[in-house]
């Protein structure tokens, strides 16, 4: 993976920017990593110069649907493409058992018949145990369980073929059950919903959320080299880097970065 494509950074009730999803790219093909709350995430892979027919793996973490609306919109895109044999070979989805019947109950709502009869024939679903290794565009990922209380959620560490370490917990603060996994990862992307400073207004963690000091402090204690904040509110979105940064930065040796929508993050040692 050379190029982390950052498509959304917001929470699930943001207007002023999209929600939180991301793509790596290796070569000319990317996985997509969740999909937002809809179609905007078809204005999000135009705005990236991100081709649908590059796109052949997808993972999905969980069931919220400002993570998973918008999985049925690249299964119609996709699916109109292949079925008029303008895209190439299968789309792979990766998820927990649960949400691939979530995923399937929906298209099935809001999709036709001639797509949804390519499930299982070139859109296929890969459904995750915890712990389990695929190997997804040369790179090796370890597929985790993060003991969510909130929904069934899971997480990945990717070791890249150049021997990077990328750990992404999911939609929640890292689980202590997951320290040892990610200890020393060379980028952590990690959700950050709002300042500490703000938290009373927030109210992060009745949300299982983190703020940016919370975040920059367990990247700390992680040994984490790069650390990639995002899931945030917009309140005040034109100076968010800059807060942000502002109360991180302080708790954080390493190098960080609090992306825009549309940001490419090359990715490096």
């Given amino acids: 993976m050379e190029k982390l494509i950052v498509l959304g950074t917001g929470e699930a009730a943001v207007t002023r920017c999209f929600n939180t999803c991301f793509a790596l790219k290796h070569k000319k093909e990317y996985l997509l990593v969740d999909a937002g709350g809809g179609n905007g995430i078809l204005s999000a892979l135009e705005k990236a110069e991100i081709p649908l027919k590059k796109i052949h793996h997808l993972f999905v973490t969980h069931a919220h649907s400002d993570h998973l609306l918008g999985v ?18 299968e789309l792979h989805i990766y998820c927990h058992r649960e949400l691939a019947e979530a995923i399937r109950t929906i298209t099935s709502l809001v999709v036709q018949k001639k797509i949804r009869r390519l499930f299982d024939e070139r859109i296929l679903f890969h459904i995750l145990e915890d712990g389990e290794q695929r190997e997804i565009l040369d790179s090796r990922f370890t597929f985790y369980d993060i003991r969510s209380t909130k929904a069934k959620q899971f ?27 990610f200890r020393g990862t060379d980028w952590l ?19 299982h959320h983190s703020t940016v000091r919370d975040a920059c402090r367990l990247a700390e204690k992680l040994s984490a ?9 917009d309140k005040d979105l034109a100076r968010r880097k800059e807060r942000y940064l502002k109360e991180g930065q302080p708790c954080f040796s390493g190098k960080l970065y609090v992306p825009e929508d549309g940001e490419i993050l090359p990715l490096e040692a």
């Avoid at 919903?193 to 009745?206: G, K, Q, S, V």
Wanted: proline fraction near 8%; charge should be negative; include cysteine.
């Fill in 189 to 207: 992307f990690h959700e950050a919903f709002c300042l500490y400073e703000e938290r009373e207004r927030f109210r992060p963690y009745e949300k």
């Fill in 72 to 89: 049925p919109w690249i299964i119609r895109m996709i699916g109109t493409r292949m079925n008029q044999e303008k895209y190439e070979g």
């Fill in 155 to 181: 997480g990945f560490l990717c070791e890249t073929e150049t021997g990077l370490r990328l750990a992404f917990p999911g939609d929640e603060p890292c689980p202590e059950h997951l320290y040892p996994a």
């Fill in 225 to 233: 080299k790069h650390l990639v904040l995002w899931h945030t509110e």
